[in-house]
Nanobody, 125 residues
C-alpha cells in the first residue's frame, strides 16, 4: 500500500522560505509521477508542481513558477518542494500526491490516485 508522509509545513513571514518533503513507501516508484497540490479555504484544489521519478517533464503552476522548485532524491524515495519568496496567498494545506498513470502524461491533468495527509503552510503579511 502506498504511503505518502509530508513534513515541513509551518508559519513563516512573507518573503521567507519553507521546504516540504514527502517520503513515499509501499511501491517501486520508478514509473510514477509525484506532485504537490494545495488547497486554501474557499478555493479549489490546485496542482502546484509535478515531476516524474525518472526525469522528464516538470510542471509548475503559473502562480509558483520561479519560486517553488520541485525535486526528488530517488535513493530516499523522497520528493521536495522548496518554497521561496512566500506570499500570503500561498497559505494553504499542501498535499503530496503520486500516480502511475500520470507518469505517461506531460500535462499532469486528471486524477491522482495517492494522497498524503496534508501539511499546513501559513504565510503572514
Amino acid at each position: 500500500q502506498v504511503q505518502l508522509v509530508e513534513a515541513g509545513g509551518g508559519l513563516v513571514q512573507a518573503g521567507g522560505s519553507l521546504r516540504l518533503s514527502c517520503a513515499a513507501s509501499g511501491r517501486t516508484f520508478s514509473s510514477y509521477a509525484m506532485g504537490w497540490f494545495r488547497q486554501a479555504p474557499g478555493k479549489e484544489r490546485e496542482l502546484v508542481a509535478a515531476i516524474k521519478w525518472s526525469g522528464g517533464t516538470i510542471y509548475y503552476a503559473d502562480s509558483v513558477k520561479g519560486r517553488f522548485p520541485i525535486s526528488r532524491v530517488n535513493a530516499k524515495n523522497t520528493v521536495y518542494l522548496q518554497m521561496n519568496s512566500l506570499k500570503p496567498e500561498d497559505t494553504a494545506v499542501y498535499y503530496c500526491v503520486a500516480d502511475q498513470r500520470q507518469y505517461y502524461s506531460d500535462s499532469y491533468y486528471g486524477p491522482w490516485d495517492y494522497w498524503g495527509q496534508g501539511t499546513q503552510v501559513t504565510v503572514s503579511s
